[in-house]
C-alpha cells in the first residue's frame, strides 16, 4: 500500500456522468448513501469509500480511478450533468425544516433572523431563536444576533434569496470539514 493511501476512509459522493465527488457522512436517521442522493438527486450517484478518492472503491468493489469519468469535470462541462437540476456546480437545495444533514446546535439563517437547529420530534424540525439558544456561549450568542440577513433581491437569482437558500453554520470547530459556512460580521 502506498502511503498516501493510507488514513482513515471517507464516504463519497460520486456524480458518475462526470466524476465530480464530495464528501458526505451518515448521521442520524441517514447513510451515507441517502445523504448522497439528497445533495445530488438530478443524477446518477455513487457511493466510493477510502482515505483517498484515487484509492476509493465503491460496495462493488469498484474503484474510482476505474470509472470511465473519472476526473472529467476537471477537464470539461458535460452538459446536463448536475446535481441541482440546475447548474454543473450547485448541490440540491434543502428546505431546513427537512434537512437530514442538521445536527443539534447548527444555525439556519431564516427570513426573520437566524435560529438554532433543537432536534427533531415527528419528523417535525425544532428550531430556537439564536438570542435564547443556551448551548452557544455568550459572546457567539451576541456575535450572531448582530448579523443582519439579507432579503431577497427582487427579480434575483434563488440563490440570493435567503427563504429558499437556508444554509447552515456552526461555530463548532470539529464540524468545519462539513461544508458549514461560517459566519463573520
Known amino acids: ?6 488514513g482513515p476512509s ?8 462526470d466524476g465530480h465527488f464530495f464528501p458526505v457522512q451518515a448521521s442520524a436517521g441517514m447513510t451515507a448513501a441517502d445523504g448522497c442522493r439528497a445533495f445530488c438527486p438530478a443524477t446518477e450517484t455513487k457511493l466510493y469509500g477510502g482515505s483517498n478518492i484515487d484509492y476509493a472503491t465503491a460496495s462493488d468493489g469498484s ?3 476505474d470509472l470511465p469519468n473519472a476526473f472529467v469535470y476537471r477537464k470539461a462541462m458535460v452538459s446536463g450533468c448536475t ?20 445536527r443539534q446546535g447548527d444555525i439556519v439563517a431564516t427570513k426573520t433572523g437566524l435560529v438554532a437547529f433543537t ?4 419528523n417535525v424540525a425544532n428550531f430556537t431563536p439564536v438570542e435564547s439558544y443556551s448551548r452557544l456561549s455568550k ?5 450572531l444576533a448582530e448579523t443582519k440577513i439579507m432579503p431577497p433581491t427582487p427579480g434575483g437569482s434563488n440563490a440570493a434569496d ?3 437558500a437556508i444554509t447552515p453554520v456552526t461555530d463548532n470547530p470539529r464540524d468545519a ?4 459556512v461560517q459566519l463573520a460580521r
Open 119 to 122: 432536534g427533531a420530534s415527528n
Open 139 to 143: 459572546s457567539t450568542r451576541e456575535k
Open 83 to 102: 446535481c441541482n437540476g440546475k447548474n454543473a456546480f450547485g448541490l440540491a437545495r434543502l428546505d431546513a425544516t427537512n434537512d437530514p444533514t442538521l
Open 63 to 65: 474503484r474510482y480511478a
Open 162 to 164: 435567503v427563504t429558499s
Open 10 to 17: 471517507k464516504a463519497f459522493c460520486v456524480r458518475t456522468c
Open 177 to 180: 470539514n462539513r461544508g458549514a
Open 1 to 6: 500500500m502506498r502511503a498516501d493511501a493510507s
